[in-house]
């Protein structure tokens, strides 16, 4: 015997889940409401191996009942991203952020699947992040990629997913046997503001490393910084060995925060 579950119901869930999160676990709050998606786990899903990765894996292999996937988005707050956009190197606190925020998504994600399970339904998860090819430097379950396809946001020029809540944050998914259908927060073709003909790319001229052009991001240059980071610098230094973090190109640009509105003049202020 199920019970009805809905997207909103879904939501709800998440957004009391990460408002509690903090206080539960004495945890400094360093995040905004999340928002979620929902989609059919149809064949859409089927072009994962070639937009993602060749050994990608589609949601009936993680649950071969699989009806829905759910994505979510936890977006963090100004403040931390004002202060991670200071030099070249990562602040010690984006790198915090990093890890408290896996935390947060992984143990989210647990807590919607016991309460999906508890009404009569099957879930199954995959960790925050680190389940990728280290050779290829691409992920076997793209957590961006299923937020493109269940319509929670689009690429930027950064390779990172612009949501109405912008792309500075972390996400999370789930599959279930839940019919939750579709309910995509977003509809446009595209919202970077470049792709969509407008001035910008402040997250190429962001980039210390060069690794972020207009044709897209060069994933090798871009680890080798993150590794460097964590290695040789004092910001970084004692954290856990798979924070490889940096986050220049996701803050104070027009898509931080929000979803940037097309516009002639850019600021970079927000």
């Not at 099957?122 to 990728?132: D, I, K, S, V």
Request: hydrophobic residues 35%; positive net charge; glycine residues 6%.
């Amino acid at each position: 015997m199920t019970n009805s579950v809905t997207p909103n119901d879904l939501r709800i869930l998440i957004e009391e889940y990460v408002m509690a999160y903090p206080e539960k676990t004495g945890t400094e709050n360093i995040w905004r409401k999340p928002i979620l998606a929902t989609a059919e786990a149809d064949d859409r899903f089927d072009i994962l191996p070639r937009i993602a990765a060749a050994d990608h894996v589609l949601p009936r292999d993680l649950l071969p009942s699989a009806k829905s996937v759910l994505v979510f988005f936890v977006p963090f707050v100004k403040e931390l991203a004002v202060e991670n956009h200071k030099g070249k190197i990562p602040c010690r606190n984006w790198g915090f952020a990093y890890e408290a925020t896996n935390r947060l998504i992984n143990s989210a994600c647990e807590h919607i699947q016991n309460y999906l399970e508890d009404r009569g339904y099957r879930a199954e998860l995959t960790p925050a992040t680190h389940n990728f090819d280290p050779i290829k430097l691409v992920s076997r379950w793209s957590h961006k990629h299923l937020g493109y396809l269940t319509g929670l946001g689009r690429f930027g020029v950064n390779a990172q997913l612009i949501t109405p809540a912008g792309c500075a944050g972390r996400l999370g998914s789930l599959v279930t046997d839940a019919e939750l259908g579709d309910s995509p927060l977003v509809r446009e073709k595209e919202l970077c503001l470049h792709k969509n003909g407008h001035p910008c790319l402040v997250c190429v001229k962001r980039c210390p490393m060069e690794a972020v052009s207009e044709s897209g991001i060069d994933r090798r240059l871009c680890f080798e910084r993150l590794k460097s980071n964590l290695a040789q610098t004092k910001e970084l230094a004692g954290l856990e060995n798979t924070t490889h973090v940096c986050g220049k190109c996701q803050v104070l640009t027009p898509c931080s925060l929000r979803a940037p509105k097309n516009k002639s003049a850019v600021s970079t202020s927000e």
